[in-house]
């Protein structure tokens, strides 16, 4: 008989179950006389996570780093996060701006004043108003001329209204406004009978600066 008759290969009994396939572990399982059901979840559980990518079998022994949890937290878990973070946060304040302030047709900066035009129409009657105040740097220098006792300044109004009807006919409305500008706010209101009117528009001159303001009617229900 040969020496190597004699040897017989030793092996663990752990390595013979990592070989086998699941379709062996399953076929011991429905052999198993008395099969237990956690038993046979975790071999099924196991044998998926050896099967499974290496940045799976990290993640169960523990060897990658979960994120905490909360969007916020990760945002601002970096500094190079949260300038991202401010920086979108800009862009939407930009963008938020742009789309409800800047395209608004009815409301103007004429020469340090807000000027901002309304209308809707009630009952067969459509009613317009003005509103122009100062905004907030020209009232500061305003206050400060007003500390003048003698000061004589004030900007020339003039503001004159009309409409436009479905047909695209202007209609003028009510008289023009000949006013005085200075710190105080002022509210300049017409009205017309309603003739189809589905546009208000303003013609706002303040000192050597004039600018045309328009508004559609709303129509509020009695």
Do not use: W
């Not at 979960?66 to 190079?80: C, I, M, P, R, Y």
């Not at 459509?126 to 305003?142: E, G, R």
């Not at 023009?176 to 003739?195: G, K, P």
């Not at 000192?207 to 328009?214: A, M, R, V, W, Y």
């Amino acid at each position: 008989m040969a020496f190597g008759d004699n040897m017989k290969e030793t092996r663990e009994p752990s390595q013979d179950n990592e070989k086998k396939s699941s379709s062996e572990i399953l076929e011991s399982i429905l052999n198993d006389p008395n099969p237990h059901i956690e038993t046979m979840q975790q071999q099924i559980h196991e044998e998926r996570i050896r099967n499974a990518p290496k940045i799976v079998q990290d993640f169960y022994a523990g060897k990658v780093n979960q994120f905490d949890k909360g969007l916020f937290k990760v945002l601002v878990a970096k500094k190079s996060n949260r300038i991202i973070f401010i920086i979108l946060i800009l862009c939407l304040l930009i963008v938020f701006i742009n789309g409800n302030l800047g395209n608004r047709k009815n409301l103007k900066v004429i020469n340090g004043y807000e000027c901002e035009l309304q209308s809707f129409s009630y009952d067969g009657t459509c009613y317009a108003s003005l509103k122009v105040h100062p905004i907030a740097k020209k009232k500061k220098l305003l206050e400060k001329i007003q500390e003048d006792p003698e000061h004589s300044d004030y900007y020339p109004l003039y503001v004159s209204f009309s409409g436009i009807t479905q047909a695209e006919v202007t209609v003028p409305i009510g008289h023009d406004f000949a006013e005085r500008l200075f710190i105080d706010e002022q509210i300049l209101r017409t009205s017309i009978d309603d003739c189809d009117i589905i546009y208000i528009t303003c013609k706002v001159k303040i000192g050597n600066s004039e600018e045309e303001l328009k508004t559609k009617v709303s129509h509020k229900i009695q």
